[in-house]
């Protein structure tokens, strides 16, 4: 079964950072195989796309909105990736959720659909 646990989030003011975390089993996952996203989800909105990595290199997209605040990466040795994000603002409360992709080629995965497998999320509230 595979599980993915976020933690990290929390209470911030508006300036400050947070680091979030998503740990993966291994059990029925190659997580050196994964595209691993970041998505968030504020009250009354629906899912947006945070951020990716990929499988190979490790490269990254980001929503254009998000870019040069956020920052992905991981370290597959630990099955876990992390989302740093700096320069907290008021908008970016959310519950925020890692999701894998097992399958899909290395590039910019955007849609919550392509991704089979999602944690519980983790809530971020950053105070004005």
């Known amino acids: 079964q595979v599980q993915l646990v976020e933690s990290g989030g929390g209470l911030v003011q508006a300036g400050g950072s947070l680091r979030l975390s998503c740990a993966a089993s291994?059990?029925?996952?190659?997580?050196?195989?994964?595209?691993m996203g970041w998505f968030r989800q504020a009250p009354g909105k629906e899912r947006e796309f945070v951020g990716v990595?990929?499988?190979?290199?490790?490269?990254?997209y980001y929503a254009d909105s998000l870019k040069g605040r956020f920052t992905i990466s991981r370290d597959d040795a630990k099955n876990t990736v992390y989302l740093q994000m700096n320069s907290l603002k008021p908008e970016d409360t959310a519950v925020y959720y890692c999701?894998?992709?097992?399958?899909?080629?290395?590039?910019?995965?955007?849609?919550?659909?392509?991704?089979?497998?999602w944690g519980q999320g983790t809530r971020v509230t950053v105070s004005s």
């Open positions: 291994a059990s029925g996952l190659t997580f050196t195989r994964c595209n």
């Open positions: 990595i990929s499988w190979n290199y490790g490269r990254t």
């Open positions: 999701a894998a992709d097992p399958l899909g080629p290395p590039s910019r995965r955007e849609s919550p659909t392509e991704y089979d497998y």
